[in-house]
């Protein structure tokens, strides 16, 4: 092995050298040629041992996490070549990983100024192989904890349907942790270590930058369904995480990517071939623009003191508002804009601690989340005609209107609108592809 080289991008070939598991460790092994190791650690508390046909199941979704999982180190070099030297994906496996990696580093590709189109090429053993058989998975439910307003929803869900389930997160947030221990539920915390060779090499000038998480905790949470018990990962994706941001390179761009519809589809049939035939994946909220998911998550107070989609607070600091809301990040603007038409203003300003829609410094910023003069920002945010819409809402509000932003908007940029851009009702209704199971439906979507 190599000492450092000066930079992964001089590399011919990323490697996926090797996983294993051990004691409820599962530890993924990459390289960049012959450079050092990147070692990344999944640890699973408590793991039981496991008899065939769960263990075989199990390893499978191990070696589909090793391939997920490599987009966080294959982006600081991108190199040329791919090799998997553990077992080769089959043909169906290397086309999803071949745009699991192009899409969803879009956004790196558009920020580093890369073209990956062509560049991203998994090598493949060939045809599909034999599907995997069903586990007899119990009907329990995973649902993924991100301590935000959208998995909160999820759980209100999964509570009035009277489902088995057990609030899941990866990593050590004290923040999740507080929102998971808030809904009641079981808890289950997997802890994920990346390697710390890769922050070496971001220090020694690499390339960096978004990567989908979303893939890499959706293939985590499917070895832990396997390995605990579950027979369905239920995620909190709204339709409007489909939605792009730009195009870029002939490719559109979408931050959300792995939050996706294609995403969901495309992970969901891996999971049903290569790991387990009873495997349910999908997204509970999917039906739901991202005004539906604020509509409904006003209906409770419960989460106000607790719950933070904040970006760069993401993490409890101390009691104020202020101290899980930065009030300057893209996600703090629409998480306010969004809830404000669904519940009372003195609610509002009691979560975030002050009113960000008074303070005309902020206006090219909502200017971004309504598309007006710029693109939506780079984040987990909704449309434009959601941010739009929202906006009118408040306009003929009297306790809104005449804040600093609501009053500009209704003045500057409302009269350029026709009126489908202010219908919020319509962006209120279900609707879209969706895999919910139908016991489910009724309860996300009451028409459905």
């Known amino acids: 092995m190599s000492a450092f080289p000066p930079d992964p991008r001089q590399a011919q070939a990323f490697r996926f050298v090797r996983r294993g598991y051990a004691d409820g460790v599962a530890s993924l092994v990459y390289a960049f040629d012959d450079g050092p190791e990147l070692v990344e650690r999944v640890t699973f508390p408590d793991a039981p041992a496991l008899a065939p046909p769960r263990a075989a199941a199990f390893e499978a979704a191990l070696d589909l996490l090793h391939l997920v999982a490599g987009v966080s180190y294959y982006k600081a070099g991108v190199p040329g070549a791919i090799r998997v030297e553990t077992s080769e994906p089959d043909a169906p496996t290397a086309a999803f990983l071949d745009a699991l990696y192009l899409h969803g580093l879009g956004e790196f590709a558009y920020h580093n100024r890369l073209d990956l189109r062509g560049r991203i090429r998994f090598p493949s053993a060939g045809a599909a192989r034999e599907a995997a058989p069903a586990l007899g998975l119990p009907r329990r439910v995973l649902v993924p904890i991100g301590g935000g307003k959208d998995s909160l929803v999820s759980v209100e869900i999964l509570k009035r349907a009277g489902e088995d389930a057990t609030a899941v997160w990866v990593g050590h947030s004290p923040l999740i942790a507080a929102c998971a221990g808030r809904t009641g539920m079981p808890m289950l915390n997997v802890r994920r270590e990346l390697s710390p060779v890769l922050f070496e090499y971001n220090r020694l000038g690499a390339y960096n930058g978004h990567i989908p998480v979303t893939a890499i905790n959706s293939a985590i949470l499917a070895a832990a369904a396997v390995l605990y018990g579950y027979g369905e990962i239920a995620f909190s994706n709204e339709r409007s995480a489909s939605s792009a941001t730009l195009e870029y390179a002939g490719q559109p761009v979408n931050h959300q990517w792995s939050k996706g519809w294609a995403f969901e589809r495309l992970f969901r049939e891996r999971l049903a071939a290569r790991v387990a035939a009873d ?92 598309e007006y003069r710029d693109h939506k920002p780079f984040e987990c945010v909704g449309e434009g005609i959601e941010s739009r819409a929202a906006m009118a809402a408040l306009a003929r509000r009297a306790e809104w209107r005449e804040d600093a932003l609501v009053a500009r908007f209704a003045e500057e940029i409302e009269p350029q609108l026709d009126g489908s851009e202010r219908a919020l009702d319509a962006l209120l209704a279900a609707g879209g592809e969706q895999r919910i199971p139908a016991r489910l439906v009724r309860h996300v979507d009451p028409a459905g």
């Open 279 to 370: 495997l349910d994946y999908y997204s509970l909220l999917r039906p739901l623009s991202e005004l539906g998911v604020a509509e409904r998550f006003a209906r409770t107070s419960r989460y106000d003191d607790v719950f933070s989609s904040c970006n760069r607070n993401f993490r409890i600091l101390g009691p104020k508002p202020a101290d899980r809301w930065c009030g300057q990040c893209p996600k703090c603007h629409f998480v306010f804009l969004a809830l404000a038409p669904f519940m009372p203003k003195p609610r509002l300003l009691g979560i975030f601690g002050r009113n960000l829609l008074d303070d005309p410094a902020l206006a090219p910023a909502f200017d971004a989340l309504m």
